[in-house]
């Protein structure tokens, strides 16, 4: 009899703690309401800065995933951006030549760039103010590509003066200008 008592009060007990408990009504002023992605393929995220991942003026109508985003320094010290976007559908090449168009309709001029034969489409524009951008377009992913549906990759490549002031978190802003001495 004893044991049919510890049972049934641990069976109750068990069933108490499992069932819900209903929490009081917030007392706090913050609105909680929690707005719809603007997409179910590309879900807008607040960062805190801006960063847009293709030179001002520029937009790519398709979906896709930035495979990288680099900063680097050339030989004649001029510092630049380079951004590698694998698209996710269409056609990299058609894609690419929209982004070209559209720097020409803000006054770039398109300069002549040889064909290598290896299938990647090269093309170049340049504005008195800016420099020149490079833009490329290849078909192929390669053998590891960021994003299993990726059909074709966008690169570009352009004065970073010409890119947004806000295309770095202001964290990393505030590191570069603030040398920390690990010794």
């Not at 109750?12 to 408990?21: K, R």
């Not at 590698?84 to 760039?113: C, H, K, N, P, Y």
């Not at 004065?159 to 802003?173: D, K, L, M, N």
Request: proline residues 7%.
């Amino acid at each position: 009899m004893l044991k049919k008592s510890i049972v049934l009060a641990f069976l109750v007990a068990l069933g108490a703690c499992s069932q819900e408990t209903v929490q009081p009504a917030s007392t706090s002023t913050r609105d909680t309401t929690v707005a719809p992605a603007a997409s179910k393929e590309q879900p807008e995220i607040d960062l805190g800065y801006d960063y847009r991942p293709l030179p001002d003026g520029v937009g790519i109508e398709a979906p896709f995933v930035v495979r990288n985003d680099r900063i680097y320094v050339t030989k004649a010290g001029d510092e630049r951006r380079r951004t590698s976007l694998e698209i996710l559908e269409g056609d990299s090449t058609r894609l690419a030549e929209a982004a070209v168009g559209q720097l020409e309709a803000q006054g770039f001029s398109r300069m002549q760039i040889p064909e290598r034969g290896d299938g990647v489409l090269r093309m170049a524009v340049r504005k008195k103010g800016v420099g020149r951008i490079n833009v490329t377009a290849n078909p192929d992913v390669g053998n590891n590509p960021s994003h299993p549906r990726s059909v074709g990759v966008i690169s570009f490549d352009w004065p970073s003066a010409a890119a947004q002031a806000g295309a770095q978190a202001p964290e990393a802003v505030a590191a570069e200008a603030e040398p920390v001495d690990n010794a």
